[in-house]
């Protein structure tokens, strides 16, 4: 039950990550300022998974394999977590029966972004250098 609790926590907390606000000083906040961490000097390098939406990454997260893995690693890595979190493990208690079925839906939704948005990837002309 601990395990299950745990991994539902984690997509949680996952999905909560990129709603919060990032770096921000509390007395910047009070005056309605947002408070820049970066140095003004350095170029701003781009991150490789920038062009990633939200919720893709937050799809990623929650197969628990890194951001762009290949479509065929995050069908394996959801089926590996259905096995594990599926509700018919659970049955001795109503509650974590209830809760794993949630994971096992999060789990597939999530594979269905992810394959939505390789399939999109795959259609949309790539911009040439």
């Known amino acids: ?7 539902l926590w984690e997509i949680v907390r996952a999905n909560l990550s990129d709603t919060s606000s990032k770096s921000e000083s509390p007395r910047a906040d009070a005056r309605g300022e ?9 170029p701003r390098r781009r991150r ?5 939406p939200p919720e893709v990454r937050d799809a990623f997260a929650a197969l628990e394999v890194p951001i762009g893995t290949d479509l065929e690693t995050c069908r394996q ?10 509700p018919d ?7 974590d029966e209830k809760i794993a079925e949630e994971v096992t839906k999060l789990l597939n939704q999530a594979l ?5 948005y ?6 949309s002309p790539t911009p040439s250098s």
């Open 1 to 7: 039950m601990a395990s299950l609790i745990r991994r």
């Open 34 to 42: 947002k408070y820049d961490t970066s140095d003004s000097h350095s």
């Open 48 to 52: 490789p998974d920038a062009e990633i």
């Open 77 to 86: 890595a959801r089926k590996r977590l259905s096995r594990q979190y599926h």
């Open 89 to 95: 493990r659970w049955m001795d208690d109503h509650g």
């Open 112 to 116: 269905q972004t992810i394959e939505a």
């Open 118 to 123: 390789y399939r999109i990837r795959k259609q």
